[in-house]
Nanobody, 126 residues
Framework: QVQLVESGGGLVQAGGSLRLSCAVS????????MGWFRQAPGKEREFVAA????????KYADSVKGRFTISRDNAKNTMYLQMNSLKPEDTAVYYC???????????????????WGQGTQVTVSS
């Protein structure tokens, strides 16, 4: 069993920064892919960024490229999402997710992920 717990959300003004954390506990996989998704009110959950746990290869949604950075600390079993230059349209509940091996590519669809956290609210005021 894998547990994912997000933290670091909050209220920030446009142009500000936040760093989200996702602590992974339970059974972990060195060859997994970990990702961040977000869901705004009335919208579907969408892909934000993902990283391969072993090599650190990354993929980003076009809407966050150049502003968000995903990273992981293998020793701490923790994944991060550094969010800079935040915009009001970044307001959403942010979820971390895990795609257990075997993994062939960096997944971007929600159905491709096996484990989910409970989410953390990020609100960006204009």
């Amino acid at each position: 069993q894998v547990q994912l717990v997000e933290s670091g959300g909050g209220l920030v003004q446009a142009g500000g920064s936040l760093r989200l954390s996702c602590a992974v506990s339970g059974r972990t996989f060195s060859s997994a892919v970990m990702g961040w998704f977000r869901q705004a009110p009335g919208k579907e959950r969408e892909f934000v960024a993902a990283i391969t746990w072993s090599a650190g290869n990354t993929k980003y949604a076009d809407s966050v490229k150049g502003r968000f950075t995903i990273s992981r600390d293998n020793a701490k079993n923790t994944m991060y999402l550094q969010m800079n230059s935040l915009k009001p349209e970044d307001t959403a509940v942010y979820y971390c997710a895990g795609d257990a091996p075997p993994v062939k590519w960096i997944a971007t669809m929600t159905y491709e992920y096996d484990y989910w956290g409970q989410g953390t609210q990020v609100t960006v005021s204009s």
